[in-house]
Nanobody, 116 residues
Framework: QVQLVESGGGLVPPGGSLRLSCAASGFTFSTHIERWWRQAPGKEREFVAAILHEYKTYADSVKGRFTISRDNALQEVYLQMTSLKPEDTAMYYC???????????WGQGTLVTVSS
């Protein structure tokens, strides 16, 4: 059974930090691109960051503040978020995609709220 389970969300003041985790199971984790997406209330889901092997890419809005990483042995992907802003408030989703195919999986999301 394929699962992606996010954790680590919560309430944090502006300027604070959080580390999100996504635990994967049920598929060959190391061959998949892992992405973080987010969706703020009333807005469309937007891309945050992606990682495959040593390749990483980020949305302009988070570049320099967020860092994506993965541990293939633990089958986990992480998103270290620093210098958080109120506009980073959203539900954050983990996504796994096998390149060149339509094989794709989603987690249930973890809520990040940036507020004083």
């Amino acid at each position: 059974q394929v699962q992606l389970v996010e954790s680590g969300g919560g309430l944090v003041p502006p300027g604070g930090s959080l580390r999100l985790s996504c635990a994967a199971s049920g598929f060959t984790f190391s061959t998949h691109i892992e992405r973080w997406w987010r969706q703020a209330p009333g807005k469309e889901r937007e891309f945050v960051a992606a990682i495959l092997h040593e390749y990483k890419t980020y949305a302009d809005s988070v570049k320099g503040r967020f860092t994506i990483s993965r541990d293939n042995a633990l089958q986990e992907v992480y998103l270290q978020m620093t210098s958080l802003k109120p506009e980073d408030t959203a539900m954050y989703y983990c996504n796994a995609h096998l390149p060149g195919t339509e094989e794709e999986y989603w987690g249930q999301g973890t809520l990040v709220t940036v507020s004083s």
